[in-house]
């Protein structure tokens, strides 16, 4: 049998040479399941960069309606194909299909795409700087190079390499992408990339601006990621993979944005314990079983103080763990994963208060409770922060809010960080002594509650210090600035006003925010002058 | 004799166990003058490290107006100190003591310092954006890491380690710094760190918020740039050393930013050089051989038509250099590096027009014009595209202007690109068509100026594609944007109020440009409501 084809240059053409072929896998049975995808070889991957680059330049002139024109007609796509889009992915991920993918991701999707268009519209993005004395103009403006998307196993749409935030954001910032597509959910890529191309033949972009490949060894995969002709990877996955990828990059002046390995500290300071520790034994255990906990910000440690307060959450948590089903995991790699991630933690004198174990049939595993002392975890603490990619969770008892600072302050870089206080003021000053050794050490410092829940907001940041990512002044998640990671800033010195782009000539191309002399307007650069 | 003092932990200390010592060099004679400085070992680097790291957190902390007053401390102590300085940087430079650092450089140093406290006091780096719905805060926050500056030979004043725009940049988003000076001129830095001592103690900043070393081993300066505790390296110089610290910083995840070697192509369309080709020829002279062309944005590469008016621009062009008396350059090194490019230039296949050699006495280079043609040109772009740092140019002679714009397509990344064009619009199609190559391969691109004025404004980029740095999207020059290089973005998800930063709050600190809802502004969050 012959496998899919891949999309390259604009068309679906079959493999070049492929190297092997796969299918998918059903994690509620681990039974293979739907059409065969290929293993692309050199051949294809030179093929795509090849393509890409020779249309970087034209995709860097295409006039934004275009480009917006092209993410809502693509956002319209995918809500159309939504019962389709769901089945596969369920199939594919054993995600909820309603609750989970119908009803948040695939809006939050379609959603992401139309923000980013809007941005493409009133040009967020670009933040232009006008200095009239100086003759200076200067905005973000596109790469001219390709960007290669690696999406993870974790959400099908919303951060899928052919149509998440990082697909989005490089697409709206006019620069082609490479989709590399997550291998455990290869017929969902396929028909969204299907989709992006009907899309993008209906706004008539350069044919090979989108292009999408299945799966290829992690060689050839090094070996991309560090062609000079790439201007930036977007990855979201593992620490081990991400890491090496960002080595290729780096050593090629290729821009690295990387979504890596995040545990996601949560401290309950103990106002908001005696307060309400029932309730958020309730939210904790449900935020950290959610899609089976695989989410970037799953709650992965809980920094719990000792006494009364702090037994009865932890009895209440370990009740909900005890008794709750076993998750369905996305693939065997993943429960091998969280196995060796369990048994590290273990070994690092985590004892385990419920689960622990997979559970069959399919890549099940049972929700799991750990706990350690807060010494123990000082004493060890790169073993203790081993992520645990799944529905398992380390609470940490801590003496005094003083050894919870001390906690805070031997946590690696993060995506989040979580304080819970009370209503009141009594939990002022520990927050305080927290806040101040975790702020530094997360990308999001969060008030109260679990931090898996990620908007698309302008003042998000989905990024946080290294290793959580590559570098900590950028986000992935929000629109417009995630766009910014896949920009160069460009001045103009003295560029006669027909030359620049729109929103750098005198004339305001209509409601484009610019700083002028230093603030902020919507003006032309000579309000007073009449319309050119 | 023992060697001068290294700045550690906020006092002046001999080097605890230098490798060696040194002194600077009259680079007009080439004889030693001055103090002997020392080589610092191991220790003296981890003292550094240790020191400036213990402090970052509470110099995050620390209230922005005091961090301005720093700042402007400094500038007023380097103005008051402007004649012993000069003296000393013209010593160990020779560059001009009037023309150049006395009227020039040091106001630019103490101007851009003056710069960098003004967006301190009105948090224009820090970019809040608010999202009252989604109830997130974000901005960019200090690293809470030390930055790592390494000076460059070229400005002993607005690019040296303890006073440049890395410095300001730095200590502005309140990141400790240690300076690393630059060899060349090593009293000039010491007499600067003494001005930035003094300031530090007059605002109150933590002591080891600014340190200075002289001198370390090349392998001791990548084991720093690798240093986990480090935020950041900024690094002005040469492109080998500069990478290799590059490497070792991404390693570690520390950012690199680098400004490296760059030609700053210069195009000279049909009808500039018909209209006033003599006065180019001029004005090009000029900027190539001022101070001894030792700028990073140097005209390397001229690309001139051929015809009758390129020929005279060449041979105009070819008299000045070839009347100009040989240019002073700061060290032996230089020099032999120089020799090396001008030997590599010539053997891939350009021609003396001009100069060409060493002439002493000291470190002299007589200014050096070469020719070749665009074909060849386009057979060995690598070898033609080598770096000459001094008074030396390559003249390309193009066919017609589709050469010139296959020209601009064979450069690699530079910081600036020039275009020449006539008064009238006869050059308009030509220079759409050379832009169209040259835009995407720099960061600043120029009309009918040469490259080597860099204005310290807020639409600046002294930036651009790699190799010419290692992130095309920042700049080392202008205030607030060098700034952002130095920072984290934090984000506050659901956070009380009263645990805010200032910038965050409701209520604004006072004249603060925020994001609120999509929309740029000065308000408090919510107008309406009375102050609290």
Request: charged share 15%; hydrophobic share 45%.
């Amino acid at each position: 049998m012959a496998a899919q084809p891949v999309l390259i240059a604009g068309e679906w053409r079959p493999a070049n040479e492929p190297t092997a072929s796969f299918r998918a896998e059903d994690p509620a049975t681990g039974n293979a399941i739907g059409a065969e995808f290929p293993v692309s070889g050199a051949a294809d991957v030179e093929a795509a960069i090849a393509a890409a680059a020779a249309v970087a330049d034209e995709l860097a002139r295409t006039p934004p309606e275009q480009i917006a024109t092209f993410l809502d007609a693509y956002a319209n796509g995918i809500e159309r194909d939504a019962e389709a889009l769901v089945a596969l992915a369920h199939a594919e991920t054993a995600l909820p299909a309603e609750t989970r993918l119908a009803k948040v991701e695939l809006p939050r999707t379609s959603g992401q795409l139309r923000q980013a268009a809007r941005a493409v519209r009133n040009f967020g993005w670009t933040q232009p700087v006008i200095d009239t004395a100086a003759g200076l103009r200067s905005h973000c403006a596109p790469l001219h190079k390709p960007v290669l998307v690696f999406g993870p196993n974790n959400f099908p749409f919303a951060f899928n390499a052919i149509a998440g935030s990082d697909f989005a954001s490089a697409i709206a910032a006019r620069n082609p992408v490479i989709a590399k597509a997550h291998p455990s959910h290869p017929a969902t890529c396929e028909r969204l990339a299907q989709l992006a191309h009907v899309a993008l033949r209906e706004a008539g972009l350069p044919a090979a601006a989108v292009q999408m490949l299945y799966r290829f060894d992690a060689s050839l995969g090094l070996k991309l990621a560090g062609d000079p002709r790439l201007g930036a990877i977007g990855f979201t996955g593992g620490r081990p993979t991400g890491l090496a990828l960002k080595a290729a990059a780096d050593a090629a002046g290729v821009l690295a944005y990387l979504e890596l390995s995040s545990i996601n500290p949560v401290f309950l300071l103990p106002g908001a314990l005696a307060e309400r520790g029932t309730a958020l034994a309730q939210e904790f255990f449900s935020s950290c079983t959610m899609g089976s906990g695989q989410f970037c910000t799953n709650p992965g440690v809980v920094v719990v103080p000792r006494g009364a307060d702090g037994d009865a959450f932890v009895a209440a948590a370990t009740a909900h763990f005890a008794a709750a089903a076993p998750g369905v995991l996305f693939s065997r790699g993943v429960l091998e994963h969280l196995q060796r991630g369990v048994d590290t933690l273990r070994k690092a004198g985590a004892a385990t208060l419920a689960g622990g174990a997979a559970a069959g049939p399919g890549h099940r595993y049972q929700p799991t409770l750990l706990q350690v002392d807060a010494a123990q975890f000082l004493h060890a603490p790169q073993a203790l922060q081993t992520e645990a990619f799944g529905p398992v969770s380390l609470l940490v008892r801590a003496d005094d809010v003083a050894q919870m600072a001390a906690l805070a302050a031997a946590f690696e870089g993060n995506l989040t960080g979580t304080i819970y206080s009370a209503a009141g003021d009594s939990d002022d000053h520990a927050w305080a002594q927290v806040a101040a050794a975790l702020r530094p050490r997360v990308g999001r410092l969060i008030g109260n509650r679990m931090p898996t829940g990620v908007a698309v907001s302008p003042a998000m940041n989905h990024g946080g210090p290294y290793p959580s990512t590559g570098h900590p002044g950028f986000t992935a998640v929000g629109m417009p600035a995630a766009i910014q990671r896949f920009t160069a800033l460009h001045c103009y010195d003295h560029v006669p006003d027909g030359q620049l782009p729109p929103e750098l000539r005198d004339r305001n191309p209509g409601g484009v925010a610019r700083q002028i002399d230093g603030h902020w307007c919507v003006d032309d650069v000579d309000a007073g002058a009449p319309a050119a």
